[in-house]
């Protein structure tokens, strides 16, 4: 039985690492130039001044999915409150039935609690969640863009 917990970085680095690789290789653009290299003091930090939040799914202990939020006031909107930004998430593909729903629902109950006014999140063109996403209240508000820059230009 798939559980949904939130967890401090410590617990839930040392687990992280095996399931990091696939979602990056799943994922992420720019592999070849960009490799995949975790900051673990960043998000110790992070996590210990409360600016992380991490809710995770388990299956008997085993991690199976996570979603990380960013917890902060947004600097445009100082006085406005704290913000949840999403790090990332991910869901092993053989939990994808339903455990995406409960990361995100549970996440919401947790930063709610912890005072934030907005959640911004997003997804990978080549991985669209936005039927998901709009069918649990979220709205479409930007399309972001990237571009990989030729280092010392």
């Known amino acids: 039985m798939v559980t949904i917990q939130t967890e ?3 617990t839930f680095y040392l687990d992280g690492q095996a399931i990091f690789p696939q979602h990056h290789r799943e994922l992420a653009l720019h592999r070849q130039e960009i490799p995949l290299s975790i900051d673990e003091a960043k998000y110790e930090l992070l996590d210990k001044t409360d600016m992380l939040l991490i809710v995770t799914a388990r299956d008997e202990g085993r991690l199976v999915g996570y979603a990380l939020w960013f917890i902060m006031p947004h600097p445009h909107y100082a006085q406005a409150g704290p913000m949840a930004l999403t790090d990332m998430y991910y869901v092993l593909p053989e939990y994808r039935r339903g455990t995406g729903l409960r990361l995100f629902a549970a996440s919401e109950v947790e930063y709610t609690r912890r005072g934030c006014i907005k959640a911004i999140t997003s997804c990978k063109a080549h991985q669209d969640h ?16 990237v571009k990989l820059l030729k280092r010392g230009a």
């Not at 936005?130 to 863009?145: C, E, Q, V, Y």
């Open 8 to 10: 401090k970085w410590a």
């Open 130 to 145: 936005s039927k998901f996403l709009s069918a649990m209240g979220w709205t479409l508000s930007d399309l972001t863009f």
